[in-house]
């Protein structure tokens, strides 16, 4: 079986823009721990869980901020397990802020990015990072992405008949 992952938020209006990453890691069959921590507000409960989450099951963290979105960062100071940050759109900078905030870690402190509300590919990564030890997690990406190419494949196949 799978490690968990823990899906960090910062907070509970970014459930919205996460739900497709928990269900995609559902659909893997990853168990997936669901948090509302924030980086400013509760940096304790932030340091809790990173500093404890290996001991507890978790293979990767992926975490959840918008605006000054340190979460990740904050979360990966207190790890050695892979954190992926999910930037989240802002209505100030579309999520440039979100985003810039997590890719300009310092040296040492490494967060793995995906797009602006890129929930469904966090999810995606984590299980390709989690399947580098899991054959069985590989096989069953192997042909989520088999699925992936046959829907675009058929989708090629009927746009002629959209002309």
């Not at 721990?33 to 500093?51: D, K, M």
């Not at 901020?65 to 979360?75: E, N």
């Not at 590989?138 to 090629?156: C, G, I, N, P, Y």
């Amino acid at each position: 079986m799978s490690k968990k992952v823990a899906v960090v938020m910062g907070s509970d209006s970014d459930l919205e823009t996460m739900r497709p990453c928990i269900q995609r890691l559902q659909s893997f069959g990853i168990p997936a721990e669901v948090r509302i921590i924030s980086a400013h507000r509760t940096p304790a409960a932030a340091e809790e869980l990173a500093s404890h989450a290996a001991e507890k099951g978790f293979g990767v963290i992926i975490a959840a901020a918008g605006k000054a979105a340190h979460l990740a960062g904050v979360l990966a100071a207190y790890t050695t397990l892979p954190v992926i940050g999910v930037p989240i759109k802002t209505s100030l900078m579309g999520g440039l802020d979100s985003l810039l905030s997590m890719v300009q870690m310092p040296k040492g402190i490494p967060v793995a990015c995906v797009a602006v509300d890129g929930a469904d590919n966090a999810a995606i990564l984590a299980a390709q990072m989690l399947a580098l030890a899991d054959p069985e997690l590989s096989a069953t990406l192997a042909q989520f992405k088999t699925r992936m190419a046959e829907e675009v494949a058929e989708k090629d196949r009927h746009i002629a008949d959209k002309l």
